[in-house]
């Protein structure tokens, strides 16, 4: 990177040497604004995404000036892709000592040397304020017809979710449904969070410089006079008056599940990437048949033969890589075969994957706890269920870190309740040492498949794991056998 204050002196006080230093750290002189248009590149991924280029005509060529939708890349990569741009500058996410985005510009005379502009410098050579606009305001349809000179105006905020097929489909459905206050709930949701943050970005930039230094203010008042925000957000939102509760909304999101459409596909994955706060199921997990445990083995005999649906095709992008569609009839969780997923396993070799629930039936207690992966609770009538996670945090025995912690929390929850909700990050902590005799217990190196009944694990909770004979222990920790039965 180049040191811009020497290369700026260099420029201003030896022209004779100006031509050897990058394009817009040399003095502009007097120039007219003559703005090209621009152009909207689609996704590639070279280029990590989407992006807007705004063009210049300046006196050392056509000026490049590129707007990514979600990540900044090399200005060298841009420059081999704007073919007719003698200098490209990107416009990065993260902010300058002036509360500022930064810049880095290269030329095509010397693709090799990225250097720093300042907005001043920018606007100096384009001859006028340089447009910026926040990422969640760079909408295609905006950023191609604007010109300078142009009013600002309200542009809708494109989110990353998407909030636009959650709002297609609530436009579908009838007034009152649990998918249109599902979908609508969460688009505006996604619309609101973006919009607040729009208002902070802008308002710590406009907002008063608090530094205690004239000098620097008047030269963070420079860089800001330097720019234009051409948008601002469009605070109309038909789907802010259907919002709804938690519960309505995950009841919407069930229903899309069982949809076929290729729009419940989209909004399903919209949702997914956008928070499993509203997912029916928790966790996900997976059981390989060649070396499923009997509780696995159990789990899998049970599945039922289903039609595929929107979330079967949500769980794989590459639908053809799924070899059998599944629902667990006890759950009613999805369940999707693969054959060969894991590298370096023989390629005939078949799991399944499907997702854990958010917490047992109400009246549920556990009869015990099978180490295993996933863990398994069967509760007082038989029935086995894979344990209530979520995602994260994760559950495990037999090491140190928060895995055990986080089980023994969750073992003394459902020993208390039968039908608790899963552990949450949102647990304030207690996730990880609620229960410091069970999470010693649970630190041990117990063989895969043990199933600790509830006995044990109510006296190992009131006395810990020293005070127990070998005996006790012995008769209500049980190492299952293998099973050789075939699923």
């Known amino acids: 990177m180049v040191p811009p204050g020497f290369v700026r002196w260099l420029a201003a006080d030896y022209p004779d040497l100006a031509h050897l230093t990058p394009h817009l750290l040399r003095p502009a002189g007097q120039v007219e604004s003559k703005y090209i248009g621009g152009l909207y590149g689609k996704y590639e991924p070279a280029l990590r995404g989407e992006h807007f280029a705004g063009h210049w005509r300046t006196g050392y060529g056509r000026l490049a000036v590129v707007y990514p939708r979600h990540h900044a890349f090399s200005p060298r990569l841009a420059l081999e892709h704007l073919s007719q741009a003698d200098t490209v500058v990107m416009v990065h996410a993260d902010w300058s000592i002036y509360g500022l985005p930064n810049l880095v510009a290269v030329d095509r005379a010397r693709p090799e040397l990225e250097y720093e502009p300042r907005w001043s410098e920018v606007a100096a050579h384009v001859g006028a304020p340089v447009p910026w606009w926040p990422a969640d305001l760079r909408r295609r349809e905006h950023l191609t017809t604007w010109s300078p000179g142009k009013k600002p105006e309200a542009v809708e905020v494109v989110t990353w979710p998407s909030w636009e097929p959650l709002y297609d489909m609530a436009l579908r459905e009838a007034q009152g449904t649990p998918v249109r206050v599902a ?185 015990e706890i099978i180490l295993d992966n996933p863990i398994w609770v069967r509760v007082q009538d038989g029935t086995l269920y894979p344990a209530p996670t979520m995602d994260a945090p994760g559950l495990s025995w037999g090491c140190t870190g928060s895995g055990p912690g986080a089980l023994a929390t969750l073992i003394g929850r459902l020993l208390d309740d039968g039908a608790a909700h899963a552990l949450t990050y949102g647990d304030k902590g207690d996730a990880l040492n609620g229960e410091p005799k069970l999470e010693k217990f649970l630190q041990l190196k117990h063989q895969t498949g043990t199933r600790l009944n509830r006995r044990l694990l109510e006296n190992v909770r009131v006395n810990g794991p020293d005070n127990l004979s070998l005996l006790t222990c012995c008769a209500s920790a049980d190492p299952s056998p293998p099973d050789t039965s075939t699923p």
């Open 183 to 367: 979908c609508f709930s969460l688009g505006h949701e996604m619309r609101r969070r973006a919009t607040e943050h729009l208002d902070w970005e802008i308002g710590q930039m406009d907002g008063d410089d608090d530094s205690g230094s004239a000098v620097f203010a008047k030269r963070r008042a420079a860089q800001r006079g330097s720019m234009v925000i051409p948008a601002f957000p469009d605070r109309t939102d038909p789907g802010a008056g259907e919002a709804e509760d938690e519960e309505s909304i995950r009841e919407g999101v069930a229903q899309l599940w069982r949809r076929t459409d290729e729009l419940a596909v989209e909004c399903l994955e919209q949702i997914g990437m956008w928070s499993g706060a509203y997912m029916p199921f928790g966790g996900s997990f997976s059981v390989n048949t060649a070396e499923a445990t009997p509780a696995g083995r159990e789990w899998v005999r049970r599945l039922q033969k289903s039609e595929p649906t929107a979330i079967h095709q949500v769980w794989e992008n590459e639908i053809k890589e799924v070899t059998g569609t599944f629902t667990d009839p006890v759950t009613g969780a999805p369940v999707i075969t693969k054959k060969g997923y894991y590298m370096f396993r023989p390629s005939d070799e078949v799991t399944f994957h499907s997702y854990a629930p958010r917490r047992l039936p109400a009246g549920s207690e556990i009869k």
